[in-house]
């Protein structure tokens, strides 16, 4: 069984990835990822056998998330572990692992091309890569202040029957079995908003 720390490790090294790929400029984006079952002591407290959320810093950009500031709760929120306060979407994702257990990772970006989609009403496609592509073009929902109760009602309603959902006039929040299927999708997500708009572009000349 792995330990706390290695899953730490493990998200500081996507965490940089998708920093260096462009997709959370500046401090924008969080990252969260469930462990199932921990059995092991955090900050002297015995967590036995239950699931612990790691989740990314507020105000902290993903490039410098390390070891130390990745922020561990329980279910509910309670702090557990780790410098500073988690990130201000944080009950949007423990709202949306209590709906979808299959989910044990949350990558939320605000990567350029789709972000730029975001705010138009022009829509992303999905292309080859999604796996079997039952829409045409990737789920936009309805804005909603960040960190707000709006956002977790529409984001969690929104992920029921999608891995991926364009954030009106703010981003793109990806799920996944584990955060490298999370990063990656939110990764194809912006590549899709690229190759989308370079067909708008050649389209209209």
């Given at each position: 069984?792995?330990?706390?720390?290695?899953?730490?490790?493990?998200?500081?090294?996507?965490?940089?990835?998708?920093?260096?790929?462009?997709?959370?400029?500046?401090?924008?984006?969080?990252?969260?990822?469930?462990?199932?079952?921990?059995?092991?002591?955090?900050?002297?407290?015995?967590?036995?056998?239950?699931?612990?959320?790691?989740?990314?810093?507020?105000?902290?950009?993903?490039?410098?998330?390390?070891?130390?500031?990745?922020?561990?709760?329980?279910?509910?929120?309670?702090?557990?572990?780790?410098?500073?306060?988690?990130?201000?979407?944080?009950?949007?994702?423990?709202?949306?692992?209590?709906?979808?257990?299959?989910i044990q990772s949350i990558v939320h970006t605000h990567s350029p091309y789709?972000t730029g989609f975001s705010f138009t009403n022009k829509q992303i496609p999905?292309?080859?890569?999604f796996g079997k592509i039952r829409e045409p073009y990737i789920n936009v929902?309805?804005?909603?202040?960040?960190?707000?109760?709006?956002?977790?009602?529409?984001?969690?309603?929104?992920?029921?029957?999608?891995?991926?959902?364009?954030?009106?006039?703010?981003?793109?929040?990806?799920?996944?079995?584990?955060?490298?299927?999370?990063?990656?999708?939110?990764?194809?997500?912006?590549?899709?908003?690229?190759?989308?708009?370079?067909?708008?572009?050649?389209?209209?000349?």
């Amino acid at each position: 069984m792995f330990k706390l720390e290695e899953f730490k490790k493990n998200m500081e090294n996507i965490c940089h990835e998708i920093y260096g790929n462009g997709l959370t400029p500046g401090l924008s984006g969080n990252v969260s990822l469930k462990i199932p079952d921990l059995n092991e002591k955090i900050n002297k407290t015995s967590v036995k056998h239950q699931a612990v959320i790691l989740i990314t810093p507020t105000g902290v950009s993903l490039k410098d998330i390390n070891l130390k500031n990745i922020i561990v709760t329980d279910t509910d929120g309670n702090h557990l572990d780790g410098d500073g306060k988690p990130s201000s979407e944080l009950y949007m994702h423990l709202r949306i692992y209590k709906v979808r257990e299959d989910i044990q990772s949350i990558v939320h970006t605000h990567s350029p091309y789709a972000t730029g989609f975001s705010f138009t009403n022009k829509q992303i496609p999905r292309l080859e890569g999604f796996g079997k592509i039952r829409e045409p073009y990737i789920n936009v929902i309805d804005y909603a202040p960040p960190g707000s109760d709006e956002l977790v009602e529409l984001a969690t309603e929104g992920v029921k029957n999608e891995d991926v959902l364009i954030l009106k006039d703010h981003g793109v929040l990806a799920v996944g079995s584990n955060i490298e299927n999370a990063a990656i999708l939110a990764d194809f997500t912006e590549k899709c908003a690229k190759t989308g708009f370079v067909s708008l572009l050649l389209n209209n000349i």
